[in-house]
């Protein structure tokens, strides 16, 4: 089997890790390397941190609610007119690319939300 998909143009590509009500953008430059298809495959490719607009964001917390996921990450392609396109949400995605690129602190939310403080006080 095989999947296609149509060309979306791009200006930058996003990951968006969610975990909770929690949301981490981070911007991957894809265009200025030398695999503009497929960032993965240049790790040489500039990331920074990406903040989301709300409507956006309130979008992506509302596909992760109704896929019953407490964590994921969505991909996203921004066009070169500033409109993000939704490629994918993923329920267990890697990350650490993103944290160790960008300094987000995934690892810590994640901790959190495995760990809920109401726990850790009871312990």
Same mark, same amino acid.
């Given at each position: 089997?095989?999947?296609?998909?149509?060309? +979306?143009?791009?200006?930058?590509? $996003?990951?968006?890790?969610?975990?909770?009500?929690?949301?981490?953008?981070?911007? /991957?430059?894809?265009?200025?390397?030398?695999?503009?298809?497929?960032?993965?495959?240049?790790?040489?490719?500039?990331?920074?941190?990406? &903040?989301?607009? %709300?409507?956006?964001?309130s979008?992506?917390?509302?596909? *992760?609610?109704?896929?019953?996921? &407490?964590?994921? #990450? @969505?991909?996203?392609?921004?066009?070169?007119?500033?409109? %993000? +396109?939704?490629?994918? /949400?993923?329920?267990?995605?890697?990350?650490?690319?993103?944290?160790? *690129? +960008?300094?987000?602190? /995934?690892?810590? #939310?994640?901790?959190?939300? $495995?760990?809920? @403080?109401?726990?850790?006080?009871n #312990?």
């Open positions: 089997m095989v999947l296609f998909q149509e060309l +979306v143009p791009a200006a930058l590509d $996003l990951r968006v890790t969610l975990v909770g009500s929690e949301t981490f953008g981070c911007a /991957i430059h894809s265009q200025r390397g030398e695999s503009p298809l497929d960032w993965r495959l240049d790790q040489s490719v500039p990331m920074t941190q990406h &903040q989301l607009d %709300p409507h956006t964001e979008a992506l917390h509302q596909v *992760r609610e109704r896929l019953g996921l &407490q964590y994921g #990450a @969505a991909d996203l392609r921004l066009t070169p007119d500033g409109v %993000p +396109v939704f490629l994918e /949400i993923n329920p267990c995605p890697e990350f650490s690319f993103a944290e160790h *690129r +960008v300094g987000a602190p /995934i690892s810590r #939310a994640l901790a959190g939300l $495995l760990s809920p @403080a109401d726990q850790r006080h #312990a």
